[in-house]
């Protein structure tokens, strides 16, 4: 019965290569994000979609390509992956996009090292 | 984190309480959430504040000034559970929920 579920929770890959994450969520929201926390735990948002529709793209390369196939689910694809992209990536879901109605739902986070 | 600042670490006593302060530039939020992130798991909610005042839950309430551009997330009748880190959140409407968090502040909570 896991709300906002993530996976891998560990990816450890080589320089270069391309990687998915995948990220569903069952609390039946319409809105669902992308969150990196680095190794200084700041967490900074990606994206954001709201029913399958990007309404947040933060400055982001563009090796990084969420798809949303429904609302219940939002995927982040990276290519060509850089030391710098080593990190904790969270996947959110909230009931829409507006602040006061949308507390954040946190999957468990993907620790991405690359090396 | 841009625009937003917070005490990097706090040490409290168990059963006591601390008041973790944020503060952030005016112009840029609608309201201010807190949450609550032990390490290696997920942030988890804790709190939102729309208007000035103090929302109480239970041992954990949080303050807003908005014209000061202040929060403050008040812990009382501490735990070792407690002992994680706390982050504060900027929303602001129109903006697509988009929030920007505080870099937190780690609490560690001794005998």
């Known amino acids: 019965d896991t709300a906002v579920s993530q996976t891998p929770k560990y990816l450890v890959t080589q320089m270069g290569n391309d990687k998915s994450i995948k990220c569903e969520q069952n609390?039946?929201?319409?809105?669902m994000y992308w969150y990196k926390q680095d190794s200084k735990k700041f967490l900074k948002i990606m994206f954001s979609?709201?029913?399958?529709?990007?309404?947040i793209n933060e400055t982001v390369p563009n090796r990084f390509s969420p798809k949303s196939p429904d609302k219940a689910h939002l995927n982040l694809h990276i290519n060509s992956l850089e030391l710098g992209d080593s990190a904790v990536y969270f996947c959110?879901?909230?009931?829409?996009?507006?602040?006061?109605?949308?507390?954040?739902?946190f999957g468990n986070g993907t620790r991405l090292t690359v090396t | 984190g841009q625009n937003i600042d917070q005490p990097t670490e706090m040490t409290a006593t168990e059963g006591a309480i601390v008041q973790i302060n944020c503060t952030y530039q005016t112009s840029g939020f609608n309201g201010l959430f807190w949450y609550q992130q032990h390490a290696g798991e997920a942030p988890t909610f804790l709190s939102y504040n729309v208007l000035d005042g103090l929302e109480e839950k239970g041992r954990f309430s949080s303050f807003l000034s908005r014209s000061k551009g202040y929060s403050y997330l008040l812990l009382k009748e501490l735990q070792m559970k407690d002992s994680a880190s706390y982050l504060c959140?900027?929303?602001?409407?129109?903006?697509?929920?988009?929030?920007?968090f505080g870099t937190g502040t780690q609490l560690k909570v001794e005998l």
């Open positions: 609390l039946g929201h319409d809105t």
């Open positions: 959140a900027g929303g602001k409407s129109g903006g697509g929920n988009k929030l920007t």
């Open positions: 979609y709201n029913n399958k529709e990007l309404i």
């Open positions: 959110a879901s909230s009931q829409d996009f507006r602040p006061a109605n949308s507390p954040l739902h």
